[in-house]
């Protein structure tokens, strides 16, 4: 049974013909400024082709112009909240990057009770995080990279929020791993809200026609982790197959699907992150590795291709209230 607000889509029928007709409409409708209408054929366009990252943009675009014009998303009620100490490990040897993530959390966690744990020497991520996790005091745990920051006021209460109702959770990733990458199955298996920094703004980022989270992931991205730790003690980090820094994310949330842990896409938790990743030499050795140790998830088919939508935004103060228009459209049954 789905939460409504948790919409996802398991075996869409690609109809092509009504995703056309649905975004014909909505361009009739934003010639007219009706920004919401439009936004509800867009949206109805994006599942009928999960492929078509023109109504993704197209989603944006609605919910700048109605920022823009002073309208906000109606409220959420809240949900139960998981309770206990926070502990935020980071893996780093960069002061900047650490001391710009440092400010980020104490902006965002003021009057929470946590903890930065800092590793500065790690071997490997598994290995940092290991020794990190061992080192916290938390029952919450994130692990994050030091080139991520937050661009949501409400970071904390969706963490516990999402904790509340998961063990393991992500900002990105894919509830059908088939490959080496959470991306390689493609739409509509596929979801991230997380931007990039632009010299002109911020890229806002939307991938995936659900949302704002995404139940039974089976695959998250590292960016951003964060679980309970009496799973992630009980899931642990295999520092023998994965000693450097690639594959530890697709290792621990695949291993955490198989074990039947709560584990999803927490796409409002709205994250920015300063790379777009790496595939070189080193990543190809893990990637085998990683086939090795599951050879179920060896690919039949190539990656599939993908398009998300994007919205160059100056504003920063607009970006979340851009997300709760694309949040309250994908929810399943939302009025437009």
Not at 9 to 25: I, N, V
Not at 177 to 206: A, E, K, M, R
Not at 217 to 240: E, M, P, S, T
Request: proline content about 6%; hydrophobic content about 40%; aromatic content about 10%.
């Amino acid at each position: 049974m789905y939460d409504r607000r948790h919409y996802r889509t398991d075996s869409p029928l690609h109809d092509s013909a009504k995703a056309l007709q649905r975004l014909r409409q909505a361009v009739v409708d934003g010639h007219a400024g009706n920004w919401q209408r439009s936004a509800g054929n867009l949206r109805d366009a994006w599942r009928a082709d999960p492929a078509l990252h023109q109504a993704g943009q197209g989603l944006l675009e609605c919910a700048a112009h109605l920022v823009a014009a002073g309208h906000y998303a109606p409220p959420q009620p809240a949900d139960e909240i998981a309770q206990g100490f926070i502990s935020v490990v980071v893996c780093s040897i960069d002061p900047a990057r650490l001391a710009r993530l440092r400010n980020d959390l104490e902006r965002e966690l003021t009057g929470e009770a946590w903890e930065l744990v800092h590793i500065d020497d790690a071997k490997s991520l598994c290995e940092g995080y290991a020794r990190g996790l061992a080192r916290s005091h938390g029952e919450l745990i994130v692990l994050c990279h030091d080139d991520i920051g937050i661009l949501s006021h409400r970071f904390a209460r969706r963490l516990r929020e999402r904790l509340a109702q998961h063990d393991l959770i992500g900002a990105a990733g894919s509830d059908r791993l088939t490959g080496p990458t959470w991306f390689w199955s493609g739409p509509p298996h596929t979801y991230s809200w997380v931007c990039q920094p632009h010299p002109s703004g911020w890229l806002l980022g939307l991938l995936g026609c659900a949302g704002p989270v995404i139940d039974n992931a089976q695959a998250l991205d590292g960016l951003f982790l964060a679980g309970r730790r009496d799973a992630l003690q009980q899931l642990g980090f295999d520092d023998v197959a994965f000693d450097g820094f690639h594959f530890y994310d697709l290792d621990l949330s695949w291993r955490a699907h198989r074990a039947g842990l709560r584990c999803a896409i927490a796409l409002d938790l709205l994250l920015w992150h300063a790379s777009g990743g790496g595939f070189q030499a080193s990543w190809r050795c893990y990637a085998e590795r990683f086939q090795q140790k599951f050879p179920e998830l060896a690919p039949v088919q190539p990656a599939a291709p993908f398009r998300p939508g994007t919205l160059l935004c100056a504003n920063a103060d607009m970006i979340e209230p851009i997300y709760e228009w694309i949040a309250h459209w994908l929810r399943e049954g939302s009025p437009v």
